[in-house]
Antibody
Framework: EVQLQQSGAELVKPGASVKLSCKTS????????MSWLKQMPGQNIEWIGN????????GYNQKFKGKATLTVDKSSSTAYMDLSSLTSEDSAVYFC????????????WGPGTMVTVSS | DIQMTQSPSFLSASVGERVTLSCRAS??????LDWYQQKLGEAPKLLIY???NLHTGIPSRFSGSGSGTDYTLTISSLQPEDVATYFC?????????FGGGTKLELK
């Protein structure tokens, strides 16, 4: 069974950084891409970027370059996203979602991690 | 970026009713259009990919159609468990972009 398990909710101060994780199981991690997506409360979903589990190659939405950094640990089949210089605009739920091809559809999603930026 | 516009934003319908949701792209997206269902407090779930392909395990009352810039998700007979927000997503070009969603409720 495919599972994407995301790390727990975070409360962080403005200007700080946070690292979110997406631990996978039930499939061959290196054969898939992982995208990260942002959903602010009651709002639209935004695609942040993706990373290939095989070689760590990345692609980013220009809007999130400098804000998000995607990495993987193949040994633990885990994808990570670092968010830096956090502001209130970064308060949102962040999802990881798996896809088979670089332009493939998201067939499995993690449950999401809520990040709250507040002093 | 390609803009995706969904209509209506809100829809109220009765059990058993046929429901049609629309999604319009700001340019041709060559049928690289997916539909996702999101229930309150949950992650989105893939329903339809590449305009008209039903994802594994999704009931056959869901179907998709369209081409060019205009796409449609149809629920042939609305069920209580279909109450959710529905999003379209274009994967024709980066950055991938979602529509604003249609919130579907029971009348």
């Amino acid at each position: 069974e495919v599972q994407l398990q995301q790390s727990g909710a975070e409360l962080v101060k403005p200007g700080a950084s946070v690292k979110l994780s997406c631990k996978t199981s039930g499939y061959t991690f290196s054969n898939y891409y992982m995208s990260w997506l942002k959903q602010m409360p009651g709002q639209n979903i935004e695609w942040i970027g993706n990373i290939y589990g095989g070689n760590g190659g990345t692609g980013y939405n220009q809007k999130f370059k400098g804000k998000a950094t995607l990495t993987v640990d193949k040994s633990s089949s885990t994808a990570y996203m670092d968010l830096s210089s956090l502001t209130s605009e970064d308060s949102a739920v962040y999802f990881c979602a798996r896809h088979r091809a670089p332009l493939g559809y998201f067939d499995f999603w993690g449950p999401g991690t809520m990040v709250t930026v507040s002093s | 970026d390609i803009q995706m516009t969904q209509s209506p934003s809100f829809l109220s319908a009765s059990v058993g009713e046929r429901v049609t949701l629309s999604c319009r792209a700001s340019q041709n997206i060559n049928k690289y259009l997916d539909w996702y269902q999101q229930k309150l407090g949950e992650a989105p779930k893939l329903l339809i990919y590449n305009t008209n392909n039903l994802h594994t395990g999704i009931p056959s009352r869901f179907s998709g159609s369209g081409s060019g810039t205009d796409y449609t998700l149809t629920i042939s007979s609305l069920q209580p468990e279909d109450v959710a927000t529905y999003f379209c997503l274009q994967r024709n070009s980066w950055p991938w972009t979602f529509g604003g969603g249609t919130k579907l409720e029971l009348k």
